[in-house]
Nanobody, 125 residues
Framework: QVQLVESGGGLVRTGGSLRLSCAAS????????MGWFRQAPGKEREFVAV????????NYADSVKGRFTISRDNAKNTVYLQMNSLKPEDTAVYYCAAKRSVYSDYARAVTYDYWGQGTQVTVSS
């Protein structure tokens, strides 16, 4: 049974930082590209960041570029999202997801095979 479990969400003030973690089990983590998506109330789920299975490539949404960093530890089956300089518009439920298909269509949620349950991030002004 595949499980992706996010943690690290919470309430933070504008300009603050949070580090999200996503622990994977039941799949060969080291062969999966891992992505982070988010969904704010009343909005569609949107791509945030992705990391190639070998850690050699990363990509970010323009809205988070320069503020967020995605990383992974294949020995721990865990992917991270370091979020700095947080803004109120970053408030959302954050989901991690795993995919085995081609890396290049990383922004399309439909290409991901497995999803976590999400963790709430709230940034107060």
């Amino acid at each position: 049974q595949v499980q992706l479990v996010e943690s690290g969400g919470g309430l933070v003030r504008t300009g603050g930082s949070l580090r999200l973690s996503c622990a994977a089990s039941g799949l060969t983590f080291s062969t999966r590209h891992m992505g982070w998506f988010r969904q704010a109330p009343g909005k569609e789920r949107e791509f945030v960041a992705v990391i190639h299975w070998n850690g050699g490539s990363t990509n970010y949404a323009d809205s988070v570029k320069g503020r967020f960093t995605i990383s992974r530890d294949n020995a721990k089956n865990t992917v991270y999202l370091q979020m700095n300089s947080l803004k109120p518009e970053d408030t959302a439920v954050y989901y991690c997801a795993a995919k085995r298909s081609v890396y290049s269509d990383y922004a399309r949620a439909v290409t991901y095979d497995y999803w976590g349950q999400g963790t709430q991030v709230t940034v107060s002004s």
